[in-house]
């Protein structure tokens, strides 16, 4: 089946560059995306890929997809502490359908 | 952007009783809304799909006696966990897809169910 695998913690200092990775093992995999999870909170969507595209960037943050080796990046520029949560990567195969989760990157970052 | 409300956040329950968990599109028509449940430094996983005004569908290995599933209106979907267990101690969370810009779903901020 399906599987999305991510690191579990990165840390950094504050006004680094973060950058979290995610494989997937579905080649089928059309939308991928970036999810933003704080302490007792739901999840808050930060961005998505369509498969087509190499590059996204919205702001601070700039996701990249390696389609070939089915490799997604999300890079947090200027982190601040306030982005400290949980990332999770996932990904879903056609419009509308339930995703796939990784299990998620804590994100600790020290000031 | 769409708001997806749940409520109750934090329910504490004793071992026997049903617990029902809504979840609603505030600003939105959702067509279909998903149900996952996470364990601690755990990842979400899908519990069921629920189309409105049809049956829900379930995942391998959820039972559908146990978690009843309603999407009665196209803003509403409910979640009842019934004869709830210790081992039913979980945050569940909801997701919205709406009619228009299919491949976003929106997320609820979750609720907590402690069964005593």
């Known amino acids: 089946g399906e599987d999305v695998e991510q690191s579990l913690f990165l840390s950094v200092r504050e006004g680094d560059s973060s950058v979290i990775n995610c494989t997937y093992t579905?080649?089928?995999?059309?939308?991928l995306y970036w999810y933003k999870q704080e302490p007792g909170a739901g999840l808050q969507l930060l961005t998505y890929i369509f498969s087509n595209m190499d590059m996204k960037q919205d702001q601070r943050l700039t996701v990249l997809l390696n389609k070939k080796d089915k490799h997604l990046s999300l890079r947090i520029a200027d982190t601040q502490t306030g982005d400290s949560a949980i990332y999770f990567c996932?990904?879903?195969?056609?419009?509308?359908?339930?995703?796939?989760f990784g299990k998620g990157t804590t994100l600790s970052v020290s000031s | 952007g769409a708001v997806v409300s749940q409520h109750p956040s934090r329910v504490i329950c004793k071992s026997g009783t049903s617990v029902k968990i809504e979840c609603r599109s505030l600003d939105f028509q959702a067509t279909t809304m998903f149900w996952y449940r996470q364990f601690p430094k755990k990842s979400l996983m899908l519990m069921a799909t629920s189309n409105e005004g049809s049956k829900a569908t379930y995942e391998q290995g959820v039972e559908k006696d146990k978690f009843l599933i309603n999407h009665a209106s196209l803003t509403l979907s409910t979640l009842t966990v019934t004869s709830a267990h210790p081992e039913d101690s979980s945050f569940y969370i909801c997701?919205?897809?709406?009619?228009?810009?299919?491949?976003?779903?929106?997320f609820g901020p979750g609720t907590r169910l402690l069964v005593l």
């Open positions: 997701s919205a897809r709406g009619t228009v810009g299919r491949e976003t779903q929106y």
């Open positions: 996932a990904e879903s195969n056609q419009a509308g359908t339930a995703l796939i």
């Open positions: 579905d080649s089928s995999s059309t939308y």
